[in-house]
C-alpha cells in the first residue's frame, strides 16, 4: 500500500516544518551521493535552511572544482569570455593539471611503498589489494608471453627436425 499525496506546500507550522526539511534534506544528499557514484558525476548540492544553516555536498572533486567548472561553463554559455577571464580560465586548467599530476605522482609513489606514513589500515589494504591486481595481471600477461615464445621454439625444433631429415635423406641417397 503507497503513501497519500501531500500538497507540495509550505507547511505553517514551524517543528514539522524543520523535521520535514531535515528528513527530505537528508534523502536529497543521500540521493546526490547515490547519483554521484553510480554516474560518476561531479556533483555539487548547496542547500541553506530557513534559519540560514548551511548543508552541502561535493562529490570527489571537491566544491571549490565543481563551482569553478560551474562559473566556467556559465561564461562559455553567454560567450562572457573576455582576455582576463580565458586566462584565469587556462590558469584553473594549469592548477588542475598540475594537481592531477600531484596525485598520480603520490599515488605511484605509495604503489611502489614509499610515503605510507600516516595511511590507514583501510588505505593499505585497498594498496595491497592493487598490488595484488597488478601482479595478477603481470603473471598472465607474463604466462601469455611465454606460451607465446615456446610455441615459436617448438616451430623452430620441428623446422629443424624436418632439415635435419632432407639433409639425412640427401646424405643416405
Not at 540521493?31 to 558525476?41: P, Q, T
Not at 598540475?98 to 609513489?109: D, G, T
Amino acid at each position: 500500500m503507497g503513501r497519500g499525496k501531500i500538497a507540495i506546500e509550505r507547511i505553517d507550522n514551524t517543528t514539522n516544518r524543520q523535521v520535514t526539511f531535515s528528513k527530505r534534506r537528508g534523502g536529497l544528499m543521500k540521493k546526490a551521493r547515490e547519483l554521484a557514484i553510480l554516474c560518476d558525476a561531479d556533483l555539487a548540492l548547496i542547500v541553506f535552511s530557513s534559519t540560514g544553516r548551511l548543508y552541502d555536498f561535493a562529490s570527489s572533486s571537491g566544491m571549490e572544482a565543481i563551482l569553478e567548472r560551474y562559473q566556467e561553463a556559465k561564461e562559455e554559455h553567454c560567450g562572457v569570455l573576455n582576455p582576463t577571464s580565458e586566462a584565469k580560465l587556462w590558469q584553473r586548467e594549469v592548477t588542475t593539471l598540475r594537481q592531477q599530476v600531484q596525485n598520480l605522482h603520490y599515488n605511484n609513489r605509495q604503489l611502489l611503498g614509499e610515503e605510507l606514513s600516516g595511511t590507514s589500515v583501510r588505505d593499505l589494504q585497498f594498496l595491497v589489494n592493487q598490488v595484488e591486481m597488478s601482479l595478477h595481471s603481470i603473471r598472465k600477461r607474463k604466462e601469455q608471453v611465454m606460451a607465446a615464445e615456446i610455441h615459436e621454439l617448438n616451430q623452430k625444433v620441428h623446422y629443424i627436425f624436418f632439415m635435419f631429415l632432407l639433409l639425412l635423406l640427401l646424405v643416405l641417397k
